[in-house]
């Protein structure tokens, strides 16, 4: 191997690095998915969105989906950069890595750039997914948010609600093969999109688990480790605790939450469906099911005048849910849109924005708090909207 230069081929991805300086990681279709360069990462989605992370100070990070013409520009770089170090170590690799590079030589920028029109072929656009979950497979049982009218969501806007059918569903699954190709194997798990799959009425469910289950192998020794899913808390009301154990049965291993508040006023001021104590009570019967769960809260949420009670009346409501190890709590600072009643309300409320301080001090709340009240080793974790590529 040439000075300075290493290669690191693992089962699903291939690593060329050069003196730390440069990284750039492949999928098992040769396809650029992570790369370090000049202390910039980049993330390279499926759908062909880079997102670029990087520190502009200490404590300050900036994180933005580059424009078409910086992408093109970065991706160029990218893999001019692979090439000339394929160059400079084919001779001395060996077999398997010989390949790994006639499936990377096979990519130039128009090529992976046509990716994207590919992607919006097989996919809605996948707005968000829970930060463990970034890797997961998405398959979108669903399209959209059947609610829509959160003051502060705008992931779901372009589209209406819609629930596949077995046939349509299935008919997905196998474009999504056909693109995802041999990256699969760097996927570990099933997510089912949009916004919150699981309310879909139990005998569709049913239907459409048993076409995840005909399509893919999943459980603790398969490719696929499990079953995951968004779930507002609308919809939660309505599984029984029969119900979610044939989900547990089916192999979902973890649903999400967006509690956001634990705060009454605030969650209505927020305009979610349901209330706090329904997302309790829901959570329970969820557990008590054996499915882990994802909790989210939004950290500024409700501005100042309600600053107190949203932290203690959600630390409140996390300790009620009595969750465990396999339970996460996400923290999710609020980005205020510009194009929703969300400011609106504020003001009829009378509570002004938190500034960028009161949101860290609150996170910072947050944090602490429900770290002492969630239950044992449960994790609290922050969950950056803006991190979100797929
Ligand atoms: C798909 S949604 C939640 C799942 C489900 N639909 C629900 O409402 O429970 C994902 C999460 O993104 C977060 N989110 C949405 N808009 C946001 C914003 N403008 N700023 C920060 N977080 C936001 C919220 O915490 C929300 O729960
Ligand atoms: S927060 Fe959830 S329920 Fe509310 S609009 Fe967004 S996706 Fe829908």
Redesign the pocket.
Known sequence: MAANITVNVQPHHLTIAEAMRTIVSFDGEGRPIVAFRNGINYVRGLSGEVLQKRVLAPGQKERRKLSDEERRRVLAELLTWSQQMIERIAATASSTERDWFERIRRWDVDRLEAERERFRKVYKPI??L?PDQYRALVLQATEG?S?NH?H?????RDRAFRIHSPDSFRNHIQQVKEFVGAGIGLRMAIFLG???ALIIPQPRLRELLRVVHEEFRIGPQADFKGIYA????FGAERKTLDEYRELTAAGVRRI?????SGDETVFRLLN??GSPAEAIEAVRTIKAAGIAVGI???VGAGGERFAHDHVQRSLAAIAAMNLGPEDIV?L??????TDTPYLAQLQAFDSPPLSEDAILEQFNQLKQGARMVAGPGAKVVI?H?EEFVY
């Open positions: 707005s968000i829970p948010c609610w959160c502060f969501c705008t992931f779901y949009d916004a919150n968004f779930l507002d808390i999400y939450l967006g509690l956001e979610k469906p989210i809260l939004l996400y999710s600072p609020l980005i205020i849109p969950y909207i």
